[in-house]
């Protein structure tokens, strides 16, 4: 009976051992899968960031070739001379677009016109036969060109070459924008998302040619990525991202994942080398050797010390080691799923490129990444555990807690897929505008508010030059005639409705030819300049003062009578004819003649006003200059 007794308890250790065993190589391989799973996370995040990333800076680079584009459209188009205005509109433009080695204008027939970092252009810069010309010009459909890296040709660098037709409002071509993107540039993107090692990172266009690799090889740029075969099939049997493990890129055998651009033709691919991503794994399977050995050690011990007890402790024995083994497997089990989700959560934080603040209902900071870190100045540190609202300005406390509020409500904070724009502050005082979207859950502890925020500083700066080159003329600082145009219709139209008075001066600088003729250019400049101040400064705030193109202006005055009107211009010829313009040989003076239109009644319109206006000049200067004239309206006798 004792023997047989016996039998039974090695059977039984026999079975815990292997147990526990086998319960531990799945623990292993567990972690194993876990340990994957992060890399095809951190993969798939680092993919969409990068690609969001690089979307933006093409928006950016798609609106100052636009904004160029339109410019030129207004300007009349390029000239075969050296121009200038072009040529400074390159250089303000390059001067707010972050990344760029130059900005080009070239004409139809494919010779540079301008160029941002020389002036005036070499005529003998021929780019007809490169792709970022010639695609554009072909294909009138096409919007923002993307080509490989190559190198530049009025230089040596390299450079990724971007560009756009330029068309006028009659959708005549005028001839081509283009601009080189530095490819360091598009390499600080890739390592901005500071991988670990062993993970890998390739921006590519959708024929395969890569515009920048992370780490650098040396056939990065010229080798075609989607001819090697693992890539390809790939992405054609994961078309939504993730890749299953397999040899993706060369012999780097791993998981991967990529990003396709919805409006550029671009592509996102991250990929991981399996045994460099699995070596944590690999080294702690000696730790799991030695819990086997000394779990297997101390059960053989238990059951013999079990053995030799009394054989009526037999049953509760048994009864505890299944409670051990079942408690051992939930504590693993919890385990596994609590490291799994601290993974997932610690990958996002730490790779995301915005800034993620986490709060407790009472508005105090609990998380803080690394990119808020970056955006704010403090250190995650310093601000746990205190409020949030120590770091915004006093008024926008009151705006953050209404999206607060709405979060705690249940409406999602992102206006409308774009966040919603409010104030900041810095650690050193320094106040910014950001975007921020803000979402909320309920946890045990409580409500928890999770909010995303972005800096928007460059993009509002880049917003607001846009809107100033758009409306102002480029000499003189004062509006331009598109600008001016649209604000005339505005008055025009509200004096009508009000039956107020209006008045509208144009005015023309004399024998402005012979200026420029005898003088030059530079001087002609100046003139119309200082004749822009003199104007000016005799204008109320509500005087809406325009240049209408070379020498000719345009004056409109809401709410004021003929007769004011006359005594104003009157004045105005009478500042100009006092303006001197110091000169190497003296001083130069020059006059204005001035045509002058009422608004008539209820049926007239501005071109209507404008073409008495300049009938009334025409009467001006054939009366012989330096006077104003009126159509529609006699003057009282002097």
């Given at each position: 009976m004792a023997i047989k007794e016996s039998w039974r308890w090695i059977a039984l250790v026999l079975l815990l051992v292997c147990g526990i065993d086998l319960r531990l190589y799945f623990l292993a391989q567990d972690e194993r899968q876990a340990t994957l799973a992060w890399a095809h996370a951190t993969l798939h995040t680092s993919a969409k960031v990068l690609l969001g990333r690089m979307d933006q800076l093409l928006d950016t680079y798609d609106r100052t070739l636009s904004g160029i584009g339109e410019a030129i459209g207004a300007h009349g188009?390029?000239?075969?001379?050296?121009?200038?205005?072009?040529?400074?509109?390159?250089?303000?433009?390059?001067?707010?677009?972050?990344?760029?080695?130059?900005?080009?204008?070239?004409?139809?027939?494919?010779?540079?016109?301008?160029?941002?970092?020389?002036?005036?252009?070499?005529?003998?810069?021929?780019?007809?036969?490169?792709?970022?010309?010639?695609?554009?010009?072909?294909?009138?459909?096409?919007?923002?060109?993307?080509?490989?890296?190559?190198?530049?040709?009025?230089?040596?660098?390299?450079?990724?070459?971007?560009?756009?037709?330029?068309?006028?409002?009659?959708?005549?071509?005028?001839?081509?924008?283009?601009?080189?993107i530095n490819p360091e540039q598009l390499r600080r993107l890739l390592e901005d998302e500071d991988l670990p090692p062993g993970f890998a990172l390739h921006l590519l266009l959708e024929d395969g040619r890569a515009l920048a690799c992370l780490p650098l090889g040396p056939d990065c740029l010229e080798r075609n990525w989607l001819a090697d075969p693992g890539l390809a099939r790939a992405i054609l049997a994961a078309p939504h991202g993730p890749f299953d493990n397999g040899r993706v890129i060369g012999d780097v055998v791993g998981p991967g994942a990529f990003a396709r651009s919805e409006r550029y033709p671009v592509l996102v691919v991250?990929?991981?080398?399996?045994?460099?991503?699995?070596?944590?794994?690999?080294?702690?399977?000696?730790?799991?050797?030695?819990?086997?050995?000394?779990?297997?050690?101390?059960?053989?011990?238990?059951?013999?010390?079990?053995?030799?007890?009394?054989?009526?402790?037999?049953?509760?024995?048994?009864?505890?080691?299944?409670?051990?083994?079942?408690?051992?497997a939930r504590v693993a089990q919890r385990t596994a799923e609590l490291r799994q989700r601290e993974?997932?959560?610690?990958?996002?934080?730490?790779?995301?490129?915005?800034?993620?603040?986490?709060?407790?209902?009472?508005?105090?900071?609990?998380?803080?990444?690394?990119?808020?870190?970056?955006?704010?100045?403090?250190?995650?540190?310093?601000?746990?555990?205190?409020?949030?609202?120590?770091?915004?300005?006093?008024?926008?406390?009151?705006?953050?807690?209404?999206?607060?509020?709405?979060?705690?409500?249940?409406?999602?904070?992102d206006g409308a897929g774009h966040g919603r724009e409010m104030l900041a502050r810095a650690a050193?005082?320094?106040?910014?505008?950001?975007?921020?979207?803000?979402?909320?859950?309920?946890?045990a502890g409580g409500r928890v508010f999770v909010g995303i925020l972005r800096d928007i500083s460059e993009r509002k700066a880049v917003e607001e030059e846009l809107q100033r080159l758009a409306t102002t003329d480029g000499l003189t600082g004062i509006l331009n005639r598109r600008a001016f145009t649209a604000e005339?219709?505005?008055?025009?139209?509200?004096?009508?409705?009000?039956?107020?008075?209006?008045?509208?001066?144009?005015?023309?600088?004399?024998?402005?030819?012979?200026?420029?003729?005898?003088?030059?250019?530079?001087?002609?400049?100046?003139?119309?300049?200082?004749?822009?101040?003199?104007?000016?400064?005799?204008?109320?705030?509500?005087?809406?003062?325009?240049?209408?193109?070379?020498?000719?202006?345009g004056l409109l005055l809401p709410q004021t009578p003929p007769a004011g009107a006359h005594q104003l211009g009157q004045r105005l010829l009478q500042a100009v004819r006092q303006v001197r313009l110091p000169l190497a040989q003296g001083e130069l003076s020059f006059s204005v003649s001035i045509g002058a239109s009422l608004l008539a009644g209820p049926g007239d319109d501005l071109e209507a006003m404008m073409h008495r206006a300049d009938a009334a000049l025409y009467a001006a200067k054939a009366g012989g200059r330096d006077r104003l004239a009126w159509e529609g309206w006699q003057p009282p006798a002097a």
């Amino acid at each position: 009976m004792a023997i047989k007794e016996s039998w039974r308890w090695i059977a039984l250790v026999l079975l815990l051992v292997c147990g526990i065993d086998l319960r531990l190589y799945f623990l292993a391989q567990d972690e194993r899968q876990a340990t994957l799973a992060w890399a095809h996370a951190t993969l798939h995040t680092s993919a969409k960031v990068l690609l969001g990333r690089m979307d933006q800076l093409l928006d950016t680079y798609d609106r100052t070739l636009s904004g160029i584009g339109e410019a030129i459209g207004a300007h009349g188009g390029l000239s075969r001379r050296p121009d200038l205005y072009l040529h400074r509109l390159l250089l303000r433009r390059h001067a707010i677009t972050p990344g760029l080695n130059w900005l080009m204008l070239a004409g139809t027939d494919g010779r540079i016109a301008e160029l941002s970092d020389r002036f005036p252009a070499s005529d003998v810069d021929d780019v007809s036969q490169w792709p970022f010309y010639q695609l554009p010009l072909r294909h009138w459909e096409m919007g923002l060109y993307i080509g490989p890296a190559q190198r530049s040709p009025h230089s040596d660098e390299p450079f990724v070459p971007v560009s756009r037709r330029v068309e006028n409002d009659g959708e005549r071509l005028l001839g081509v924008v283009a601009g080189g993107i530095n490819p360091e540039q598009l390499r600080r993107l890739l390592e901005d998302e500071d991988l670990p090692p062993g993970f890998a990172l390739h921006l590519l266009l959708e024929d395969g040619r890569a515009l920048a690799c992370l780490p650098l090889g040396p056939d990065c740029l010229e080798r075609n990525w989607l001819a090697d075969p693992g890539l390809a099939r790939a992405i054609l049997a994961a078309p939504h991202g993730p890749f299953d493990n397999g040899r993706v890129i060369g012999d780097v055998v791993g998981p991967g994942a990529f990003a396709r651009s919805e409006r550029y033709p671009v592509l996102v691919v991250a990929t991981a080398d399996e045994a460099r991503v699995l070596a944590p794994w690999r080294d702690s399977l000696p730790s799991y050797w030695v819990i086997a050995l000394g779990s297997n050690i101390g059960l053989a011990a238990l059951a013999y010390f079990a053995y030799h007890q009394l054989l009526r402790r037999r049953r509760a024995l048994e009864a505890l080691r299944e409670a051990n083994q079942g408690l051992e497997a939930r504590v693993a089990q919890r385990t596994a799923e609590l490291r799994q989700r601290e993974a997932q959560a610690r990958t996002f934080m730490d790779t995301a490129m915005d800034a993620v603040v986490v709060l407790d209902q009472e508005r105090r900071v609990l998380e803080f990444n690394r990119a808020a870190e970056r955006l704010f100045g403090f250190r995650a540190e310093e601000l746990l555990g205190r409020s949030v609202e120590e770091f915004m300005p006093e008024q926008t406390v009151p705006i953050h807690r209404a999206l607060l509020a709405e979060a705690a409500a249940g409406h999602a904070v992102d206006g409308a897929g774009h966040g919603r724009e409010m104030l900041a502050r810095a650690a050193n005082g320094r106040e910014f505008p950001v975007e921020v979207s803000i979402g909320s859950t309920e946890l045990a502890g409580g409500r928890v508010f999770v909010g995303i925020l972005r800096d928007i500083s460059e993009r509002k700066a880049v917003e607001e030059e846009l809107q100033r080159l758009a409306t102002t003329d480029g000499l003189t600082g004062i509006l331009n005639r598109r600008a001016f145009t649209a604000e005339a219709e505005r008055l025009v139209a509200l004096a009508r409705r009000h039956d107020h008075p209006l008045v509208l001066f144009i005015l023309d600088a004399d024998k402005f030819k012979n200026i420029n003729d005898s003088h030059g250019h530079p001087v002609g400049d100046q003139v119309l300049q200082a004749l822009v101040r003199a104007i000016g400064g005799g204008l109320r705030q509500s005087d809406v003062f325009g240049r209408l193109g070379g020498e000719e202006f345009g004056l409109l005055l809401p709410q004021t009578p003929p007769a004011g009107a006359h005594q104003l211009g009157q004045r105005l010829l009478q500042a100009v004819r006092q303006v001197r313009l110091p000169l190497a040989q003296g001083e130069l003076s020059f006059s204005v003649s001035i045509g002058a239109s009422l608004l008539a009644g209820p049926g007239d319109d501005l071109e209507a006003m404008m073409h008495r206006a300049d009938a009334a000049l025409y009467a001006a200067k054939a009366g012989g200059r330096d006077r104003l004239a009126w159509e529609g309206w006699q003057p009282p006798a002097a």
